[in-house]
């Protein structure tokens, strides 16, 4: 697949794939606010469909956190290899109870591999019943896995 006109010049490209701490600290600094602020107006209300919207808001923010974490893995955090790894798992990657040096290898090889029979990732998709929580996210759905 090409990459659109507008990617290919040097300048658009260079300004895509550069590093900087700056960006990912702003997302993850407003990731954190607004999940820290929606864990406080958990403990002020009681009104059901406030706690549902503050619950849908929170899961926005994890999602955030998937987001930055997936860049992590690729070493898009920053220019040192050992501050991006820290910056993901100390601050993206924790609550979800996963470290960056542990899932790097499989991540990138699943890119490299994608769709192929040596993908890593090919299970969750080839037999979904093999993984437990896409078999019930399928279920939920009405999808017959």
Same mark, same amino acid.
């Given at each position: =697949?090409?990459?659109?006109? *507008?990617?290919? /010049? @040097?300048?658009? +490209?260079?300004? %895509?794939?550069?590093?900087? !701490? ?15 602020? =929606?864990?406080?107006?958990? *403990?002020?209300? /009681? @009104?059901?469909? +406030?706690?549902? %919207?503050?619950?849908?808001? !929170? ?20 220019? *040192?290899?050992?501050? @991006? ?61």
């Amino acid at each position: =697949m090409n990459p659109p006109a *507008s990617l290919k /010049s @040097n300048n658009n +490209l260079a300004r %895509l794939t550069e590093k900087s !701490i700056i960006k990912p600290a702003f997302d993850l600094v407003m990731t954190w606010s607004v999940i820290s602020s =929606m864990i406080f107006c958990l *403990s002020i209300t /009681s @009104n059901l469909l +406030l706690l549902l %919207l503050i619950f849908a808001i !929170i899961v926005t923010q994890f999602l955030s956190l998937i987001v930055i974490s997936h860049d992590g893995l690729h070493g898009s955090l920053c220019e *040192s290899k050992k501050l @991006n790894d820290a910056v993901n798992d100390f601050l993206a990657l924790w609550p979800f109870w996963a470290i960056t040096s542990k899932h790097k290898y499989n991540h990138l090889n699943h890119h490299s591999l994608h769709g192929t029979k040596n993908d890593p990732d090919l299970y969750k998709y080839v037999n979904p019943k093999k993984h437990p929580c896409i078999a019930s996210i399928m279920q939920i759905i009405s999808v017959r896995a």
